[in-house]
């Protein structure tokens, strides 16, 4: 309070002051001023001066002097803080997860994980893993990887700055640049880190990401790690996406300044593993040039899989790559490797050498896994037949399922991944999920090898409902299919009454 | 002195200027302290926790010199001067830029990077980035062969000669044991798998890429960590990335040293808890966090947090520091706070048995809630482990990132980790894997002790494989990487970002695969090139300590 009045009296004066002052201006030039202010000076009472002085140094008093005190609310006595450190009991470090949690006990895989396999010491036909081309069973790419293991051994001990980078890597990065027609590619040792440590290379605090709902959980991690604005549209809506961008010019109108700097993105996925569709490729590169904003395209379940040659989506739709910004897609699924790359322009992909964190700070890929990766891609180039044989197989599989009872098949029929939803969901996560397990295991038993999709219920953003994965791979075949589309059935009408 | 309670005492700062007396070592390493580190050198040790400690603990950190740390400044205004005058030519066309162009169909996109984000790369790095990133086409050993290149634009462009530079000593590599190999046990095991199971698994642990295999990694790992369970994961980097979220959150504290590696930022970040940061391996900053943290609660509501975390590493890889766990156990024994231990560097590489850095104080597992690391450095694969309790396991079963979206760890390399595993365990009935071991811990004291006596300034704990070497300017950096691989030494430099600015060095990784031959040859041509770059700018002096003969070290003597 006082202090206010003591500053409301000091601007007083000074307005006081100001309006003599300024009329001298006006009547005597400048050279007047000094002189009228030191008149003015001595001709002031003494009190006016005495109590001017007070206020002048009152005023210094409060300009250096602390308003209030920090810690003023914290004064507690030693004594006082020991007890609050004895009484503080922390939450345990985790919870405890119950005996019967479902997915605390994992399916255990006994042999190689290929197309026929041993699950929980049934044989089955594998229906689960994302071994699209069956390149995992491959006598070549094996051969090639021990080769590899005789000249590198193992691991690589390092990260690709500090002698971790081997002839290999080199020579997988060019050949992954040359076989999806750009410019430049990056290999990272673990496909989830791809498009984590890609998002956040580039977008930054302060950026602003359009992400599609159904976004895979690593591009929500890379979201995250990034810090940027994150705006998300409904599921492959177009209208959705162009609502939000329009909001956004708006909001740029409004301050072309900071418009200038904020850099945006569009994260789509080219095959969206948690709802098995395909996103409008066509429609996002013309939003792209219409409102200027960089698209990063996620191809892990596309790339090798969609497009004559097995380049993924933008082969599909006949879009040219040089249009989308960046292209991330794991080697774990079609090619069966372990890793994940990125590849575009150099202008794009080269900034990730220095700012992707998962490339920079890991130890880089195994050398043996990069020349199976390399074999792989020999493979996929020699023998681009393969990739339509997978889509006659994914539509085959998408029809076989169709129809069946109780159950809804969601995604396109070229996805070699579908998910089949409960029709009528009993209301309870937990209850489908049971359900839908009791038709897994039904299907064990009988030679079809199936999996739940699992998710992290609290974590992802917009949780998919519970499904079962059914994955067509080259190496089934047409009978296989029938069987499993038989034996599937066969459980939900058993199981879903 | 003792204005903090529980009888803990304020000790001096961490680089501290003192000598060490043979009263702080419990007598238990006093000839050595003084044999090894002479009579005035800079040591930190446990000077009242002295009790806590069966070991000595000797670490330095030479203060930077006044004189070098003025030249260092200037050495980068030089640059930076440079750097604005060439970027000037770039701009008027005067200079060929090299720099990849945007499109011309996205010059009206907003810029995808800031070009100044980018002047340090540039003008600093790009003139010196032929030391980083050199192509290797062999096992990363105790030598390899290098891809030869060469630059005709000043690093912008690499062209690949086609000859190979041979037989070039390795001290880059992580291989602290000396399993990058690709003859013997774990190469012949790790192909076996390779034929039979293929290398990819296409699946995650959840779905279907749970093999038998892994859970015998995991029980073996558990055994070897000395705890109840254990996990493993595909990626060392996301094993810290992916597993911090699962356990910390919202109303959680994170207290995290402030040269933890990025992982651990990244997922102390990604678990969206608060997270403050202490000094590097400094008690008493760490106690006051956790006391202030106790007392004072969240920030505005107050209200007590749900758990604090302590993050920190075994061994800091920049620093070749070790932590000071018997002191961080007991502080977060005091505070109940938890402890998440990176060993990413310490397993294998301390310990009479390889156990790391628990064994290495002779410490119980058990009182360290999270034991994480990494297969990627002593085990000469990939991936990493979480170890602990039963109910923490159980719970990153069903709540970790990567146990279901993630990939799962390819077998060959599973082999790799067993097979290596097994034999440090002594496992497979012989006794390689203990001599691995003592053979790295003589190379890392023979190795540091001869640096000292150079005159180098050397960072770090006396018994950490991990030996940063100053060199402060950044010139010297390029040049130092440059002479030594003319004389086919392969060496690490590391400057900023990764380092404070003016603290550049070299880091050198001993590995228990160096014969002493090859030590001396190192240590020969380090001595030549620090005489010519006029590296050796330690001011304290090391005597020679011929007395003692080379494998006769402190490590056997201090475990009676």
Not at chain 1, 5 to 24: A, G, K, P
Not at chain 2, 500 to 508: K, W
Request: aromatic fraction near 8%; proline fraction near 4%.
């Amino acid at each position: 309070m006082l202090k206010t009045v003591v500053l409301h009296n000091v601007l007083m004066e000074t307005v006081i002051r100001r309006r003599r002052s300024d009329s001298v201006k006006m009547a005597a030039g400048q050279q007047w001023v000094l002189v009228e202010m030191v008149q003015a000076f001595y001709e002031a009472p003494a009190y006016h001066l005495i109590l001017e002085g007070i206020l002048i140094l009152w005023i210094i008093r409060l300009l250096f002097s602390k308003t209030y005190k920090l810690q003023e609310r914290s004064d507690l006595t030693e004594k006082e803080k020991e007890e609050l450190i004895e009484e503080w009991q922390p939450e345990p470090l985790v919870p405890l997860v119950p005996k019967d949690h479902p997915s605390l006990n994992y399916d255990v895989v006994t042999g190689p994980p290929s197309h026929r396999i041993i699950v929980n010491g049934k044989e089955c036909i594998n229906f689960a893993s994302f071994n699209f081309l069956g390149l995992l069973d491959s006598e070549r790419v094996k051969l090639k990887a021990l080769s590899s293991l005789k000249k590198y051994g193992v691991g690589t001990c390092g990260p690709r700055g500090f002698y971790g980078t081997f002839d290999v890597h080199l020579e997988l990065e060019e050949r992954l640049a040359k076989f999806m027609r750009t410019e430049e590619a990056i290999i990272y040792s673990y496909g989830f880190a791809t498009i984590a440590s890609a998002i956040p290379a580039y977008s930054k605090r302060g950026d602003i990401v359009f992400v599609d709902e159904a976004a895979c959980f690593s591009i929500q991690k890379g979201l995250q790690a990034s810090r940027s604005f994150v705006k998300y549209f409904k599921h492959n809506d177009m209208e959705d996406l162009e609502r939000l961008l329009k909001e956004q010019e708006i909001e740029d109108q409004k301050n072309p300044r900071k418009a200038r700097v904020i850099r945006r993105f569009i994260v789509v996925e080219g095959l969206y593993i948690n709802a098995a569709d395909i996103c409008p490729l066509p429609e996002l590169v013309k939003l792209k040039y219409k409102y200027k904003v960089r698209i990063f395209l996620e191809e892990s379940m596309s790339f090798g899989v969609l497009g004559e040659y097995g380049r993924g989506v933008t082969e599909h739709f006949g879009v040219n790559i040089d249009d989308i910004d960046l292209i991330s897609a794991n080697m774990e699924n079609a090619l069966a490797s372990i890793g994940g790359f990125c590849c575009g322009r150099s202008f794009v992909i080269d900034h990730q050498r220095l700012s992707g964190q998962g490339y920079c700070f890991s130890a880089s890929l195994p050398p043996m896994l990069a020349s199976a990766a390399i074999e792989a891609l020999n493979i996929m180039e020699e023998d681009p037949g393969i990739f339509r044989v997978l889509q006659d197989k994914c539509k085959h599989m998408h029809k076989a399922l169709q129809g069946t009872p109780g159950l809804k098949t969601v995604g396109e029929p070229l996805t070699p991944a579908l998910h089949l939803l409960l029709e009528n969901s009993t209301g309870s996560r937990t209850n489908d999920l049971k359900l839908l397990r009791a038709i897994v295991d039904y299907s064990l038993d009988r030679q079809i090898a199936l999996t739940l999709a699992r998710y992290l219920d609290k974590e992802e953003r917009f949780l998919p409902p519970p499904s079962i994965r059914v994955v067509v791979t080259v190496e089934q075949t047409q009978e296989e299919m029938e069987k499993a589309a038989q034996c599937i059935r066969e459980a939900a009408v058993k199981i879903l009454k | 002195n003792t204005d903090l309670p529980g009888g803990w005492c304020k000790r001096p700062p961490l680089c501290c200027r003192c000598r060490p007396t043979h009263g702080d070592l419990s007598g238990l390493g006093e000839s050595v302290s003084v044999v090894l580190m002479g009579i005035a050198l800079q040591v930190c040790h446990a000077a009242c926790n002295g009790e806590l400690y069966s070991r000595p603990f000797i670490e330095s950190f030479e203060e930077t010199p006044m004189l070098l740390a003025v030249l260092t400044y200037m050495s980068y205004g030089i640059l930076t001067i440079f750097g604005y005058l060439r970027d000037f030519m770039r701009e008027w066309k005067i200079e060929k830029c090299h720099t990849a162009r945007e499109r011309e169909e996205q010059k009206d996109f907003v810029p995808l990077y800031q070009d100044f984000e980018n002047f340090y790369t540039r003008n600093i790095y790009m003139r010196i980035r032929d030391s980083w990133n050199r192509p290797i086409c062999s096992v990363p050993g105790a030598t390899f062969d290098l891809v030869e290149c060469s630059s005709n634009d000043y690093n912008w462009t690499f062209e690949y000669t086609g000859r190979v530079v041979k037989d070039v000593i390795n001290l880059g590599s992580y291989n602290y044991l000396g399993f990058a190999e690709n003859t013997g046990a774990c190469a012949t095991a790790a192909g076996e798998v390779t034929v039979k199971f293929g290398v990819g698994v296409a699946s995650t642990r959840q779905e279907m890429g749970n093999l038998d295999r892994h859970e015998e990694l995991e029980k073996l790992a558990a055994s070897f960590l000395g705890v109840e369970s254990a996990m493993v994961f595909g990626m060392g980097f996301a094993t810290n990335s992916m597993n911090i979220p699962a356990l910390v959150g919202k109303g959680c504290l994170i207290l995290s040293d402030e040269l933890n590696h990025a992982s651990l930022v990244l997922g102390a970040r990604l678990s969206s808890s608060t997270i403050r940061v202490f000094k590097h391996n400094n008690m008493q900053s760490l106690e006051k966090l956790l006391r202030d943290a106790i007392v004072h609660g969240q920030p505005r509501t107050h209200r007590p947090w749900k758990k604090i975390l302590i993050l920190m590493e075994g061994i800091y890889s920049m620093e070749g520091s070790i932590i000071r766990l018997p002191e961080v156990i007991a502080l977060k024994k005091k505070y109940k706070a938890y402890l998440y231990l990176d060993e990413a560097h310490s397993i294998g590489a301390l310990g009479l048995n390889g156990r790391g850095v628990v064994e290495y104080f002779g410490l119980d597992p058990k009182d360290v809630d999270v034991m994480m690391g990494t297969f990627t450095k002593s085990f000469s694969a990939a991936g990493g482990y979480v170890g602990g309790r039963k109910d923490l396991i159980d719970y990153l079963r069903t709540h970790s990132h990567s146990a279901i979206y993630a990939t799962t760890m390819s077998l060959p390399v599973v082999e790799q980790i067993l097979t290596s595993m097994k034999c440090i365990m002594g496992k497979d009935g012989t006794t390689i894997g203990l001599s691995r071991i003592q053979r790295l811990a003589e190379n890392t004291v023979y190795f540091r002790r001869r640096l000292q006596e150079m005159g180098f300034i050397i960072y770090g704990n006396n018994d950490s494989p991990v030996v940063p070497m100053m060199l402060y300017m950044p010139a010297k950096l390029g040049a130092f990487g440059r002479e030594m691989l003319k004389r086919n030494i392969g060496v690490v430099g590391v400057g900023f970002p990764a380092t404070p600015i003016i603290e550049s060095r070299a880091r050198f990784c001993i590995s228990a695969a160096h014969t002493k031959e090859m030590l001396d040859r190192a240590l020969d041509v380090i001595s030549e090139v620090g005489d010519l770059l006029h590296l050796k700018y330690s001011r304290h002096k090391v005597l020679p300590s011929l007395d003692r003969p080379f494998d006769e070290t402190t490590y056997e003597e201090n475990e009676e």
